[in-house]
């Protein structure tokens, strides 16, 4: 198993094992642990410097929220991103962000058109390095923005359900520096739609938003069950 750079982030108001389960968890939401990669229990153990047990009830905890697969004789791996588990999560959450941008068309502010404007910027810069982490974090930031201006707190809760699950799904597509030229387009167009107040404009810019990064995901996935 190859040297991760994942590690353990110390919180005095958890207790150890739920830290270990939230490290384990980001390194795999974040792609530093893959898809099909073995969790070996003795090796996450040393390189954490936790005992076994944290790390045991971790794996348990991640195959429950299905981001880790027991296999009788192999043991725990990192869960397949399958075509299923993403068309599922982007079904939802593309009328989630339709539905955001329509009523952020109603109800987004003057203040809250100039951060979003703002936060496209930042993601155009981000984008324009290599680091994923930060690319991703520029984009959760733009959307939460949306989301935020659509003045209905039961929507944001259901975004925000899906986050974790959307945060993975992110990073694959991402990688691919050839769509970061067509997240900065949709992200331009998605905020001046908002901006202008035109609601099938932005409901549309933002449906395509998720469709093409459905495609772009699923491509990914039969890319790599051809290795």
């Known amino acids: 198993m190859e040297e991760k750079e994942f590690q353990i982030e110390v919180d005095d108001l958890l207790p150890l094992r739920d830290v270990v389960f939230y490290t384990l968890r980001r390194a795999i939401l974040t792609g530093q642990l893959k898809p099909g990669e073995r969790l070996m229990e003795v090796h ?18 991640l195959e429950l929220e299905g981001l880790v697969t ?40 003057g203040e809250e058109i100039r951060e979003l404007k703002k936060a496209c910027e930042d993601f155009e810069k981000a984008a324009a390095g290599n680091d994923a982490d930060a690319i991703a974090k520029a984009d959760v930031a733009f959307h939460d923005i949306i989301i935020r201006a659509a003045g209905n707190q ?14 993975r799904y992110r990073f694959v597509y991402i990688k691919e520096e050839e769509q970061r ?4 387009a949709e992200h331009r167009e998605i905020c001046d739609s908002i901006a202008a107040r035109d609601v099938v404009r932005a409901r549309n810019a933002a449906k395509q938003h998720i469709d093409n990064q459905q495609k772009a995901v699923i491509r990914q996935i039969r890319l790599e069950k051809r290795k």
């Open 181 to 184: 030229g067509v997240l900065l």
């Open 44 to 61: 996450l153990a040393e390189k954490l410097g936790v005992s076994r047990t944290p790390i045991r009830e971790a794996i348990r905890k």
């Open 70 to 109: 027991i296999i009788p004789r192999r043991g725990a791996e990192v869960a397949e991103i399958t075509e299923k588990s993403l068309n599922d999560v982007l079904e939802v959450r593309r009328a989630l962000d339709a539905l955001g941008a329509e009523l952020a068309c109603e109800r987004i502010t």
């Open 154 to 167: 039961r929507l944001e809760q259901l975004v925000n359900n899906l986050a974790e699950q959307m945060y």
